[in-house]
């Protein structure tokens, strides 16, 4: 069974830096896409960066600058480096990827389990 597991929230005082991991484990054969989203509570997910399996990244405009997305295929992990922390980006941030299993013919949409950031003095 493929599964994703998120690590690195923590609480960081405004202007710090934090660095989230999220490992696919399991009989993966391929990743395309992996992705950060964040929510905080009462508001809809969304989506803080995507890296394609070629490198290509996308940001959201309230990040750009800021956080930077980066991927270790070997390892099938994928980070996101958070510098020149607000207070706005306290949220609960999930990783999100499309996993090609062995011995499968799609790709499944997995998401990890969430993992709080609280920026905040």
């Known amino acids: 069974q493929v599964q994703l597991v998120e690590s690195g929230g923590d609480l960081v005082q405004p202007g710090g830096s934090l660095r989230l991991s999220c490992a696919a484990s399991g009989s993966i054969f391929d990743i395309s896409a992996m992705r950060w989203y964040r929510q905080v509570p009462g508001k809809r997910r969304e989506l803080v960066a995507q890296?394609?399996?070629?490198?290509?990244?996308f940001y959201a405009d309230s990040v750009k600058g800021r956080f930077s997305i980066s991927r270790d295929n070997a390892k099938n992990t994928v980070y996101l480096q958070l510098n020149s922390l607000k207070p706005e980006d306290t949220a609960v941030y999930y990783c999100?990827?499309?996993?090609?299993?062995?011995?499968?013919?799609?790709?499944?949409?997995?998401w990890g389990q969430g993992t709080q950031v609280t920026v905040s003095s």
């Open positions: 890296i394609l399996s070629g490198g290509s990244t």
């Open positions: 999100n990827a499309d996993v090609k299993a062995y011995r499968s013919s799609i790709y499944l949409d997995l």
